[in-house]
């Protein structure tokens, strides 16, 4: 009888183990992987295009968030200062994979963790900043898309050139408080001198954006254009900047076609759009384990030219049609 009863308590012993053990494994094949995303420029109640790029990108890939996916969303709101903290606090939450697009957070998360793997998606190049070996070989746990926007700059002073002839004197809007600013600005430089062109400096801080101001200094130091650089603070004033240039009847390049969009003149850059959606094919090899150090930094292989004509009749610019035909591009 003793026995019996052992048996059965040894029974009952192995059946709870075996449940809690099931439990425990189908709770961990249930896990949903957590992607941290961070804005430099998005909140909460407006994230932004390119988040939601990314995810029709998962979707495309036969993701369904809330299933097999969920983003932790952070938007600095174009507070520069604050993305440290916010790289910092998506560590803290141990999320599965870091998708960043803003230098500031790469930096950050390059000082904050060696584990969690990083896709990016920026317009610098990342073996300058020190963030990987090299493209093709990233070695660690950094990976993604580099559009090296700033290798462009030649082309956007050719562009602007052929576009308005008569120009001599180009503005260059510029955070001053971005890290990549003075190197930018260089590029332009070196650029503008092999055109016999003139480029002048045009700074706005993060902390106390001014358009107003920059555009009055362009105005005394009789600035015949502007290209402007993008960073979070001018982004978030992407409209004020194009309603301030076509109010100062100034032509602008920028260095996306959002920018465009918003009533600038003309750009010349990879679609930001397609290169968040191509993230999503990094971030689903990542879940599926492949390392980060083996998935090669790509560079689009196109870049497009976008021309809002409704501006140019604002300013009273003709665009040639050598230049209008050459446009990937056009808003009327």
């Avoid at 425990?24 to 407006?46: C, F, L």
């Avoid at 938007?75 to 993305?83: C, H, L, N, P």
């Avoid at 109010?247 to 759009?273: C, F, H, I, Q």
């Amino acid at each position: 009888m003793k026995r019996r009863t052992r048996n059965i308590f040894y029974l009952v012993l192995f059946s709870f183990t075996f449940a809690v053990l099931s439990s425990a494994e189908a709770q961990q094949a249930e896990k949903i992987p957590r992607i941290g995303y961070v804005s430099g420029t998005g909140s909460i109640t407006n994230p932004g295009p390119y988040v939601e790029a990314l995810r029709q990108g998962l979707s495309d890939l036969g993701y369904t968030e809330g299933k097999n996916f969920t983003i932790e969303f952070r938007g600095a709101e174009g507070k520069g200062e604050a993305v440290p903290s916010i790289v910092a606090d998506l560590i803290q939450l141990k999320v599965d994979i870091l998708v960043l697009p803003i230098v500031s957070a790469l930096r950050a998360a390059k000082q904050a963790t060696h584990t969690i793997p990083v896709v990016m998606v920026t317009q610098a190049d990342p073996v300058a900043l020190g963030l990987i070996d090299s493209l093709a070989h990233p070695g660690g746990n950094f990976t993604g898309i580099t559009s090296l926007q700033r290798d462009l700059a030649g082309k956007r002073l050719e562009l602007l050139k052929d576009a308005v002839p008569k120009i001599s004197k180009i503005g260059i809007l510029l955070d001053t408080d971005e890290f990549v600013a003075p190197i930018g600005f260089k590029d332009y430089e070196a650029a503008a001198h092999t055109l016999k062109l003139h480029v002048q400096s045009l700074g706005m801080s993060t902390s106390n954006p001014d358009p107003e101001g920059a555009f009055k200094e362009a105005a005394k130091d009789r600035v015949n254009a502007i290209i402007t650089m993008t960073s979070n603070s001018l982004f978030r004033n992407a409209k004020k900047i194009a309603e301030l240039a076509i109010k100062n009847r100034l032509p602008s390049m920028y260095e996306g076609g959002t920018w465009v969009e918003s009533g600038g003149l003309m750009s010349y850059s990879a679609n930001d759009l397609e290169l968040f959606h191509r993230a999503a094919v990094y971030v689903d090899k990542i879940l599926k384990g492949t390392k980060p150090a083996d998935l090669p930094v790509e560079q689009p292989k196109k870049f497009e030219l976008a021309i809002n004509l409704k501006t140019a009749k604002q300013i009273g610019l003709t665009i040639p049609p050598n230049v209008l035909a050459r446009a990937d591009r056009v808003i009327k």
